[in-house]
């Protein structure tokens, strides 16, 4: 049973279009992270955030932008779709007390 | 700077044998923590094992264990008794303590391939 969603699943979007990805947990965890992973790739961290109003940028450079409102939300957005950008997008997120991290099950976007 | 090597893109096995698949690590930091995650071709991340810098005893979770050996910065998942289930790709990540937001840096995986 799945704790973090991700939505969509499967995005084909035309270039030049605005898109969210949206990523959301009920666990409460403080830390979450946005992957990319091109296919049967390593995953490449683009975004994470320590909590509420806290955005960083990871070691991959993205053209997409985060915003973290509420402790359960954090969505990922791309103001202007090319087909560079396709590829999978993962979401995660981690308890401050626990090892653990739990990812979403990803959102794969093709743009055309 | 943290870095994971997984030196095999694939590999092959048969059923009901058991499969090592290596994993080698860089960090300066003293404290971290090393993961093993499968992806089916679904896409999800699957966490399997989790093995801490400290721990004494290799980390086991039903068929599948780490063998850490620290001095050689190692880390190989062994999978026991491999099942045609088992056929993904195999990540290997280390969280670092020192590292901004404690993320989770992987290696470039072992596509795992299960003979009948």
């Known amino acids: 049973e799945a704790d973090i969603y991700q939505t969509p699943r499967y995005l084909v979007i035309g270039t030049g279009k605005k898109i969210t990805l949206e990523c959301s947990q009920t666990?409460?965890?403080?830390?979450m992270y946005w992957y990319q992973q091109d296919p049967g790739m390593e995953l490449h961290l683009i975004h994470y955030?320590?909590?509420?109003?806290?955005?960083e940028k990871g070691d991959l450079s993205s053209e997409s932008t985060v915003s973290r409102i509420r402790t359960e939300h954090f969505p990922l957005t791309l103001e202007s779709a090319r087909p560079s950008h396709t590829s999978q997008y993962l979401c995660?997120?981690?308890?401050?007390?626990?090892?653990?991290?739990?990812f979403g099950s990803g959102t794969r976007l093709t743009v055309v | 700077a943290q870095k994971i090597t997984q030196t095999q893109p694939g590999m092959f096995v048969q059923e009901k044998e058991a499969v090592t698949l290596d994993c080698t690590y860089d960090t300066s930091d003293p404290s971290y923590g090393l993961f093993w995650y499968k992806q089916p071709s679904s896409g999800e991340m699957i966490f399997l094992i989790y093995?801490?810098?400290?721990?004494?005893q290799n980390a086991t979770e039903g068929r599948y264990s780490l063998n850490f050996q620290k001095a050689r910065k190692s880390a190989n998942l062994v999978i026991s008794a491999s099942q045609l289930g088992d056929s993904a790709m195999y990540f290997c990540?280390?969280?670092?303590?020192?590292?901004?937001?404690?993320?989770?840096?992987f290696g470039g995986g072992t596509r795992l391939m299960v003979k009948p």
């Open positions: 093995q801490g810098s400290y721990d004494q």
């Open positions: 990540a280390m969280r670092g303590n020192n590292n901004a937001g404690n993320m989770l840096t």
């Open positions: 995660a997120s981690r308890d401050r007390a626990n090892y653990g991290y739990t």
């Open positions: 666990m409460g965890h403080d830390k």
């Open positions: 955030s320590y909590g509420v109003n806290s955005t």
